[in-house]
């Protein structure tokens, strides 16, 4: 029978470079999958990490090859208790690479809400605001990460969703998944042709071309804060370019009216975090972990690392079932986008993102 958090797959018993098994898929993207994976030491020793794999039909592509490998050396560099660490970096021998990442045993923030939704209930708000300290102690330390001369290079993440953020079944938060970070040493590996990110989670200010910030990582913590506290999304709709009109619009529904018991200051801040022009949100991560944890000292209710741990095996129980741990990067052609060529055909107003020139 399959663990909780776990799907089969054809390559399941393969040792990667002689030395890394395969035990099951645990998650998949659009540039790899994560599985979870055993290592064979000396004396019996075994110990369970995560294998990121990248897909094969991409490992002939030496752009998304360049992407991975700089994966790679970004997060590797980033050493901190609540970023996914990097073991190790190698290529199987049929030439593909994969990352060796720690394994996280527990589940991520979306299957962490899907069981409160399927009980009928919300998370507690200080256990939302707890988790979101967690997160933003992690990209704290990408946005001041420095080198080894001592120069600062900031690492932002541009990814910030549920889906990467891991929930240990021992209460530890981790934020992983630095595919799409990219450090200020390095040049731009973005094709024009594609926008990178899940739509619903991109501040309103990459739709236009804006490089990323300290405050787009920022807008995509509000995003997360904002969901889980109203059980719904924030931007969606039927088709990506309706969520990047929504996304561009910027407009947020309070959250009173679905929390009517939340502190109306946890509102604030996060109403700050999303504010459509990035000078007026958090001049950085470090100041609105400051601000959240003012806030959970006006509440009784603990938000230690045994009470977070006791909610994910709560649910872990209600859910039940193999579900993915971790996720991958969407990437999207706008040329396959039928609705944005309609739009600029229709001479309605595009959103600004950057196109293939033909």
Known sequence: MLKWGLVAHPHIGKKLAGKYELV???GEGGMAEVFKAVTHGAAGFRRHIAIKRLLEHLSE?????????????????????????????????????????EWVEGLNMLAWLDAY??????????????????????????????????????????????????????GIVRLADFGLARAMDRARMTRPQMVKGKLSYLAPELTTGADP??????FGVGIVL????????????????????????CEVPPLADV?????????????????????????????????????????PE???????AKSVRVARDTLGQARPIGAGTETL?????????????????????????S
């Open 226 to 249: 904002w969901e889980a506290l109203a059980g719904r999304k924030l931007f969606e709709g039927d088709s990506p370019l309706e969520i990047l009109t929504k996304v561009k619009a």
């Open 333 to 357: 052609d706008l040329d396959a986008l039928e609705e944005v060529d309609s739009a600029e055909a229709s001479g309605d107003e595009p959103l600004a993102l950057t196109r293939r020139k």
């Open 117 to 170: 939704r399927r009980r009928d209930e919300k998370p507690p708000w200080h256990l939302v605001t707890a988790v979101g300290i967690e997160v933003l102690k992690a990209l704290s330390a990408a946005h001041e990460n420095v080198d080894e001369r001592g120069r600062k290079v900031p690492v932002f993440h541009r990814d910030v969703t549920p889906q990467n953020i891991l929930m240990s079944a021992n």
């Open 213 to 218: 910030t300290v405050q787009t990582d920022l």
């Open 24 to 26: 099951a898929l645990a």
């Open 61 to 101: 592509d030496p752009e998304f090859v360049a992407m991975f490998v700089e994966e790679a050396r970004v997060t590797a560099a980033l050493q901190h208790p609540n970023i996914v660490q990097i073991h190790d970096f190698d290529r199987d021998e049929d030439g593909v690479y994969f990352l060796v990442m």
């Open 302 to 308: 603990s938000t230690s690392a045994e009470v977070l």
């Open 259 to 299: 929390r009517p018991t939340m502190p109306r200051s946890l509102e604030d801040a996060v109403l700050r975090a999303l504010h459509p022009d990035p000078s007026r949100r958090f001049k950085s991560a470090r100041s609105m972990v400051r601000t959240l944890a003012n806030i959970l000292r006006m509440t």
